[in-house]
């Protein structure tokens, strides 16, 4: 049993090692669409920040359902975080999270015209975690298939955020 403390402090550190998640909203017809975000900021408490721009598909399914889910995953770590998703239009929050690599996508600046912001309010993640990666897991699968037990790989947890 892990402490929901750690649960959320692990969610924040693989999120914030990743930083290129699925951005999954439902259409007006109610299916999921997915596309990747840069997350540029997440709070201790795991809501997310990311930038977008005005009349993209994922600012109009947030105004019609604000239900959102963000994946993020590499070769070793697995998060899954659903929450509300809220547009803000705030030059003062663009300014602080603003760096080089959303300069690329809005080479005018936090200024740019119709830049906006997505705020995910987040309320649970699902995730797993592999401690010492590819290697470990690896191990752990050569060691099922000589010993006939299930796999260990990892640690896994659903948190309320």
């Known amino acids: ?90 030059l003062g929050k663009a300014r602080a999270l603003w760096n080089p690599v959303v300069e690329a996508w809005f080479p005018d600046g936090p200024e740019t015209p119709g830049l906006v912001l997505v705020r995910v309010d987040s309320h649970s993640a699902e995730y797993w975690d592999t401690p010492g990666g590819v290697v470990t897991n690896v191990m752990q699968w050569a060691k099922s298939h000589i010993t006939g037990q299930r796999i260990q790989a990892g640690d896994g947890h659903t948190v309320e955020l």
Do not use: C, Y
């Not at 649960?7 to 930083?19: A, E, M, P, Q």
């Not at 997440?42 to 994946?71: H, Y």
């Open 1 to 90: 049993m892990t402490d929901h403390n750690d649960d959320v402090h692990t969610v924040v550190k693989i999120i914030n090692d990743i930083r290129v998640g699925m951005f999954a909203t439902l259409d007006e017809h109610g299916k999921l669409v997915s596309r990747p975000l840069v997350a540029q900021e997440v709070k201790e408490d795991g809501d997310l920040w990311f930038f977008t721009a005005r009349g993209t598909s994922q600012v109009d399914q947030i105004a019609l359902n604000p239900r959102v889910n963000v994946s993020f995953a590499s070769r070793s770590s697995w998060v899954s975080v659903s929450g509300e998703a809220e547009v803000i239009d705030d």
